[in-house]
């Protein structure tokens, strides 16, 4: 039969890079097939309702006033992301759907890039394998439905680091500039996307270090390097310059560092992250690391001499691969088990590249880029506040992690193989299949014990989030009949004042409430302030408990405000997950919250 590709290597050679062949070809379009399925099924259940989500959407309805965008919405990110979904507001319209098929796009197109980069960085095994990990991974299907920033930056990040690695290794003018305006655009998506540069600068520096590069080498590393973040701040600088007119980037600093966990709360924080992770890790992302091994050890099979598909080490090998790494992760689930592997993997790739040749142009350049990557934010990521959508740019370097490891484990049961087809007396064949069954065994053992746990979570981003949406229009028309107004004259003059819920504010302008507010503050209904001329509401929510100073507003201005309706709302997965505070039973469970509307008088 046709061979699916070129001889894997250990290292990919960048100067002759594996030829794709149909069956790889095939293989990586079903995996992206996979990935658009998971993300787009069910998307009429998809809303906005997270904070975040609602600041980046809500741009479209500020004017020049407002600085045409949500207050204060720098101190939440860079402008790009919000920019993105207003073009396709003015092309499309204003919709729920418009806002999250930003990050759709960016998460069905993630599992691509993962491929490519884990290709050229290891082979074509490990990019297959990366791209399963990264097509069926549950927090990216769930964040790749949402308005945040964090899907599309994480997208940017990597396409960074692997361009970077491509100027680094092969230096042409594009591939410095497309890496330049990668790390620039995930710059401009999230504050920290100058991670790129950080890799690069590590990976290189740890690389030199490590097998003592030549200075030539490294001076013109160094060299690339500068030139990519000169590419950079031409994007970035020109935002940086227009926030000199709110007061320059101190206030977003000074808002950052109030998100930073001494290292004593270090460990309670990564344990609150692996926490989330696990509660949305189902059966796909479990199923989805075994298929990941057993793909990749299908398609290095297939480069053996003499191999063909009705063979039974296809069927032996790749199920027991398949039941064996699944059931691993159906221990801790998919994300936390590719956690824990990638910290292995780093100590394992950190002392390959120590023994390995030197660090030449075709040398382990990669190896130390994952290195630094993986461990760099192992130790970073839960020292600020465990929010899990900030786990993403760490998950993406586990996905390379395992498809390299995969790499590895296929590219010893590779060998053996071979050994045996050269010598029949060869032991070690008799050895593997025995290690093969009892794998298989305790693997379809710890699947049946975990398995129907996961299947019961169902695909995490299929979950509704669509509580803010059903609240809306109810909210809107309690406010028109408690001012006596039907829908038309009850839009025009009845106006609602949003205190800390950004994402039914969204919700609310989308039920055709013309005139919706943002408030932080209830000095406008205290006594002795003047008595609003058209209706009044306010709008309060869960935020508005957490906020500082609200109490204390509340209770000067209650005189004044009458309680209308009282909506009980349901917060998603997501929303509950992705808080820092509740305690472990709801952030799974999600207790009810309530929505309350009041008049001013």
Known sequence: MLPMTEPARATADPALPPRIGRVEAWSIAGVVAIAILLRAGWFARAAIEHFDEGVYASNWWFDAAQGYQYPQRQLYAPPLLPLLIELVFFIAGPSNAGALSINLVAGCAMPLLVWWVGRRWFGPAAGLAAAILAATSDPQILFSRTALTDPLATCLILAAVGLIREALIRPRAVVVVAAGLAAGLAWLTKYNGWLPLAIGLAGVGACAAARGAGRALLIRRLRILAAVAVGALCLWIPYLVSLQSQGGYAPIAQNHRGYIVSWFDWPASLATQLCSLRAVDGAVGICGVGLALAAACCLALCDVPGFTWNRRQTITLGGAMFLSASGLAAIEGASGFLLLATVAVVLEQGWRAVRGRSCGDDGNLADWLLVAWCGGLCLATPWYAPYMRLTLPLLAASWLAGGALAGRLVAAVQGTIQARARNPAHRKAPQVAMVAMLASLAGAGLLAWRLPAALARGV??????????????????????????????????????????????????????????????????????????????????????????????????RDRLVLTAVFEYHPSQLVTLDNPAPAATSRVQGAPDEIRLYRVR
């Open 460 to 557: 995490a981003g299929w979950q509704s989030r669509t509580g803010l949406l059903e609240i809306a229009e109810p909210l809107r028309d309690a406010a028109f009949r408690s001012a006596h107004l039907d829908e038309r004259t009850g839009s025009e003059r009845c106006t609602f004042l949003v205190y800390g819920e950004p994402a039914l504010l969204f919700q609310l302008r989308l039920a055709g409430a013309q005139h919706v507010l943002p408030v932080g503050h209830l000095g406008f209904a205290r006594d002795g302030a003047p008595a609003p001329a058209t209706p009044h509401f306010v709008v309060v929510g869960p935020h508005a408990l957490t906020t500082r100073g609200f109490k204390e507003q509340f209770a000067a201005a």
